[in-house]
């Protein structure tokens, strides 16, 4: 799995800055749905002072694929925009973390884009994450 960063301006700092209360938390969030051969979704979770997030694939059937995960948003710190992509394979049945950043920060609102392509098929997860922790 090859996977790439890209961070700007102020917010170098940024890939370990993100103001989340997870009480405002998970607005606006899609994936596929279970009947769908390929499904994705975006995990949420707070450990004191930082946020995880982590891009999750689900399949039926052993996939090999590719996918892209993009972080970007802002707060008092600054700007961040961050991208993660790579390649995956993940057996049948199974769920396979593909990316993941933590990050912290006083507050900012943030969104989180997964796009998963496999044979021929792609999914996209959005969620948007708000507040300050």
Do not use: W
Not at 45 to 71: K, N, P, Q, S, W
Not at 105 to 126: D, I, P, Q
């Amino acid at each position: 799995m090859t996977r790439t960063s890209k961070h700007r301006g102020a917010a170098r700092f940024a890939v370990a800055v993100l103001g989340v209360g997870l009480a405002g938390t998970a607005i606006a969030a899609t994936q596929g749905t279970a009947a769908e051969p390929i499904q994705c979704e975006i995990h949420v979770a707070e450990h004191g002072g930082t946020v995880d997030l982590e891009a999750m694939v689900r399949v039926t059937a052993t996939t090999d694929g590719t996918y892209e995960f993009t972080i970007s948003g802002g707060g008092a710190d600054g700007n961040s925009d961050i991208a993660q992509s790579g390649e995956f394979s993940v057996a049948a049945g199974n769920e396979s973390a593909v990316g993941s950043v933590t990050l912290t920060s006083t507050g900012g609102t943030y969104v989180a884009k997964l796009l998963v392509t496999a044979a021929g098929r792609t999914s996209h997860c959005t969620k948007r994450i708000v507040g300050s922790l």
